[in-house]
């Protein structure tokens, strides 16, 4: 019953932008702390950001610190994150993921405890 979709990937240039969305339905979703989440082709699956339950904290993994915006909207189940100034080491599939209780959103953002995960999206930057 509980369904993440995320939407927004595609290509992008250096230095462009992408709006990434995940919508979630199933859950009381300000139960749950989000996150975002990506994985590079040979490389392990990393934590890009997260925010806790009423948006009042966010974290950023330090290399997208400064580019990257993570937001929510709990008036319609959403969870976004505005990328800016995207660089190629940016290519990865994105992934977001609900978080029961919302203790997990820290600054190491770790993959642990994380309850539901959208199948990703694309994210390609060029040059």
């Known amino acids: 019953q509980v369904r993440v979709v995320e939407s927004g990937g595609g290509l992008a240039q250096a230095g462009g932008s992408l709006r990434l969305s995940c919508t979630v339905t199933?859950?009381?979703?300000?139960?749950?702390?989000m996150g975002w989440f990506r994985q590079a082709p040979g490389t392990e699956r990393e934590g890009v950001s997260c925010?806790?339950?009423?948006?009042?904290?966010?974290y950023y993994k330090g290399a997208v610190k400064g580019r990257f915006t993570i937001s929510r909207d709990n008036t319609k189940n959403a969870l976004y994150l505005q990328m800016n100034n995207l660089e190629p080491e940016d290519t990865a599939t994105y992934f977001c993921a609900t978080n029961y209780g919302g203790d997990f959103c820290s600054d190491s953002l770790p993959i642990v405890g994380l309850d539901y995960w959208g199948d990703g999206v694309q994210v390609t930057v060029s040059s």
């Open positions: 199933g859950i009381t979703f300000d139960d749950y702390a």
């Open positions: 925010i806790t339950r009423n948006g009042g904290s966010s």
